[in-house]
């Protein structure tokens, strides 16, 4: 501790770092510790929002490369890192980097069988892996979550590095290669350095400008296990001394809450997300009754300066927070038409063009200089030239060193160092480049990943039934998608159709989640149109997987379905015309969700029905009739919660405490003095805590306030049931003018006299608990009833389910509170007691780890505050 306060207070004024060349990345890691308590990454788990400060990561970095030492780990070893972006994962990739292991990083959806083939090709000595990642069993593994806790134990000053050189190779990034055989990029620290360093002499021209936005924030919703989630989530940020955010799950709904909250200045993702965010904006025009407006404001703005264009969508920025002014798009290509969209919003959109080849980046757009539809300039070192066919060629220190595949390494550019990508683009007078397609036959899907179709091929081919097989990527708005098409053994008979769909089920769960087949035909003829040495003649399959894919869509527009069906609300979503009117139709299947579907029309559906979905309840839901029966359990009326932070405010929590102690202390010890028991078990209990108590009275919170000590007492939010209040703020229409009037009068007084939140008995307790998670990060205490009811009869009711999945994820210490003597006087209507007639007692507190089950927790929750009675 007192070393990360040193090395935090030792540079906390440090706002660049130097201009010079580094002569490995151990020096850019040195520098970004220098930055000492500038926040570096900001988090979401569970409920909270945690920071991690430069030095912090950095000194965590140096414990985890002695962690490595101590294991036996050399210069050149090969670490697996599995899991999902988080501070940890840039603590693990630079400790490896520090101490000379070479990082192999995967997705977080790769599959195990494809980890184990990874880990098999470099010879893995260890694997850090995310808490939902398989368990490894060929090899020692470190769980991300535990890391610091496991490199407690050693020195966190600077870890005296091998001696090193650009050449050394720092990562090999595995694409989705052959099923049988993976293919990775081996990167070195020259290929990274080669990238940033052009763009920190370009930055240092702009720091002047940045202090006054400092600091500038980066969203990054692309995976650090690709380079270019890398380079805008590890190290092009720290050149600005920025901070990079990371959620755990981000719904578009929840989008502009996060954007507001965690002031959000650029969001660094894929088209696909750009689409889906587009479509929320769309639909909250709609809901508001604005967006035929909206319409006409944006072809208004076509010609408009970016001004006035903010101007014109205020209420867009509003939403989206005013700090938001830019998208950084990577991946995938960006289509023009959403481009111009986020333009015409008044957003700058920045998109380049990059491989994993080329450490991510061969031409990038300048923020305030872009063309419409271009992928920028060439990036500083690189030589680009386009050849007779259009075909992207490329030299230079970024160009990857080597492929590696059947454990060696192979050349990956030509002998004159020239490497072929694939791709064809245009070049225009001003030297930028203009995206056209692709040459490679590799599918690049909507959310950015590479899939190569031999893939798919392999393990349908695998597959009993299967005689032979094609896939092929179909486009869509922001991406292609991989379509089977099969050849089976019987012919195209409903028993063949059953052999196909286990056959692509069976393959699919050999596969990762985005190589899935969610569309796939059978072959009508014989046998596949064939060249003259038998391969299959993929041109003549196309285009009958596009006749196939047109006749559909004519079928699924003649279904008649209205604007409001589920079926086209799938289709705005997927980009694909599909009929949902079949009860038993899969959502995988036959209407090809992928995750990234799954969690749009989740958020969709939540704003259209204004209703909770449990996630995991979701998850499980496989077919269109489940889906309509989930909706239909948990449909309520529109109603809008508001979460109000004023009451946290210094002025209102001064005037909530004068009156406390002026009116309401006073009065509790009047009228009824309480004998309080168990204070002894808050002695060291600091805060922030979750309070729980049984709910015999709606003036339960006099008898729970002066129970607590004054550090907890001043700082205690209270859920309040959510319909009660957005009633008393929005009274109905019913009431006359002045009764409305002392309805919202009623609203502002309990808001201020007891800083209370809207905790919903229906639907929107979701939003609640995101709540209570952002008053424990500004270290407020929260009370619940967990009951969710008053007593009517003197017992105590069972807890509602919530309150496990609220303590466990916000990870603070659990209160257990037992009023006792209250029921009398409620039977009685009666104020008055004697002394010591109202008692409260206090149990220990007690933590959850996020591991543990919710239903369990909120059982263990209720027999304790149970127990208390009797205490």
């Known amino acids: 501790m007192e070393l990360d306060l040193h090395l935090e207070l030792q540079t906390l004024t440090n706002n660049k770092m130097p201009a010079g060349n580094w002569k490995t990345l151990v020096e850019f890691v040195r520098e970004y510790g220098a930055r000492g308590g500038e926040i570096a990454v900001r988090q979401r788990r569970g409920y909270r929002m945690e920071s991690w400060s430069y030095a912090r990561i950095v000194a965590e970095a140096n414990r985890v490369a002695r962690e490595l030492a101590a294991r036996g780990l050399n210069q050149g070893d090969a670490v697996l890192l599995w899991g999902e ?14 101490r000379g292991a070479v990082v192999v990083p995967l997705d977080a959806g790769s599959s195990l069988e494809f ?33 610091t806790e496991l490199a407690a134990r050693h020195d966190a000053s600077d870890y005296p590095s091998l001696e090193g050189s650009r050449q050394d190779t720092l990562e090999i990034i595995f694409t989705s290669g052959a099923t049988g055989e993976p293919r990775g990029v081996v990167i070195s620290h020259g290929n990274v350095l080669a990238n940033i360093e052009p763009l920190r002499h370009e930055i240092q021209k702009y720091l002047r400008y940045e202090k006054l936005v400092h600091p500038i924030r980066f969203l990054n919703l692309l995976p650090l296990s690709h380079v270019f989630g890398q380079m805008l989530g590890v190290f092009i940020p720290p050149l600005l001394g920025g901070t990079v955010v990371f959620m755990d799950a981000l719904r578009p709904a929840e989008f502009s809450e996060t954007m507001r909250r965690e002031r959000i200045s650029v969001v660094v993702t894929v088209p696909r997300f750009m689409e889906s965010l587009r479509r929320e904006v769309e639909r909250s025009e709609e809901r508001d009754g604005r967006m035929g407006q909206f319409r006409k404001n944006l072809s208004a703005s076509e010609k408009e300066h970016f001004l006035r264009r903010w101007w014109r969508f205020r209420r867009v920025h509003a939403r989206l927070g005013w700090k938001f002014w830019a998208f950084i798009s990577g991946g995938a290509a960006l289509p023009a038409e959403l481009e111009m969209f986020w333009s015409r919003l008044g957003y700058a959109v920045i998109q380049g063009y990059g491989m994993t080849e080329t450490t991510s980046l061969i031409s990038l757009n300048h923020p305030f200089r872009s063309s419409r539809g271009s992928i920028g300039r060439v990036f500083p070192g690189m030589e680009v030239r386009v050849d007779e066919d259009g075909e992207i060629l490329v030299r230079g220190e970024n160009v990857a060193t080597a492929y590696r595949q059947r454990g060696a390494n192979h050349s990956l550019a030509e002998r004159d160092g020239w490497f072929r990508t694939g791709d064809v683009a245009e070049k225009d007078a001003d030297g930028r480049l203009y995206f056209r397609g692709r040459k490679k036959n590799v599918i690049v899907t909507s959310a950015g990943m590479n899939v190569y179709p031999e893939d798919i091929e392999k393990a349908l081919r695998a597959q009993a039934g299967v005689r032979d097989c094609v896939v092929v990527g179909v486009a869509r708005a922001q991406g292609d998608e991989p379509y089977a098409v099969l050849l089976m053994d019987a012919n195209a008979s409903d028993a063949a159709k059953t052999h196909a769909l286990r056959a692509v089920d069976a393959a699919n769960r050999g596969l990762a989640e985005f190589q899935r087949v969610r569309q796939w035909m059978i072959w009508p003829e014989a046998d596949f149109p064939r060249t003259p040495t038998q391969k299959p003649i993929t041109p003549k399959i196309r285009e009958a997987v596009m006749r196939a894919q047109s006749a559909e869509g004519e079928n699924a527009a003649g279904n008649g379905q209205g604007n409001d069906s589920l079926s086209q609300l799938i289709a705005q979503i997927t980009g694909r015309n599909v009929a949902a009117n079949s009860p038993d139709a899969s959502l995988e299947n036959d209407l090809g969700l992928s995750s990234l579907d799954r969690v749009e029309l989740m958020s969709a559906l939540e704003e259209r029905h204004q209703l909770d979905l449990n996630g995991a309840q979701f998850q499980d839901v496989k077919t269109v009739k489940q889906l309509e029966n989930l909706l239909a359990t948990g449909a309520t009326g529109k109603v809008r919660y508001p979460y109000p932070t004023w009451p946290q405010n210094v002025l209102v929590t001064a005037f909530r405490l004068f009156i406390y102690y002026l009116l309401a202390w006073p009065a509790t010890y009047l009228l009824a003095a309480p004998r309080i028991r168990g204070r002894e078990n808050l002695r060291d209990v600091k805060g922030p805590v979750l309070v729980i108590a049984n709910h015999v009275t709606y ?93 009517e009869d003197g017992t105590m009711a069972a807890f509602r389910g919530g309150i496990g999945l609220l303590a466990r994820q916000l990870n603070i210490p659990v209160v257990p509170m037992y009023l006792d003597g209250l029921f009398p006087l409620k039977r009685q209507n009666r104020i008055l007691a004697r002394p010591g007639q109202v008692r409260v007692t206090i149990g220990k507190p007690v933590e959850f780890s996020p591991e543990q089950d919710a239903a369990d927790i909120t059982r263990m929750l209720e027999q304790r505050v149970r127990e208390l009675r009797s205490a």
């Open 85 to 98: 972006n988080s501070a940890e994962w840039i603590i693990a990739f630079f400790g490896c980097l520090l």
């Open 115 to 147: 980890a184990q083939r990874v880990s098999g090709e470099v010879g893995a000595r260890l694997v850090f892996r995310g808490a939902t990642q398989k368990e490894c069993a060929w090899g020692p593994t470190i769980a991300l979550e535990t890391l």
């Open 699 to 791: 003036l339960d919170i006099a008898w729970v306030l002066p129970s607590l000590p004054v550090r907890l007492r001043h700082r205690l939010a209270t859920a309040m049931r959510g319909e009660l209040l957005a009633e008393m703020r929005r009274p109905p229409a019913s009431l006359g003018f002045f009764a409305r009037a002392l309805e919202r009068l009623n609203y502002f007084l309990v808001c201020s006299l007891f800083n209370v939140f809207p905790l919903p008995k229906q639907a929107g307790f979701l939003q609640s608990f995101h709540f209570a998670g952002d008053l424990v990060d500004r270290r407020w205490s929260i009370l619940v009833f967990p009951e969710g009811v008053t007593s």
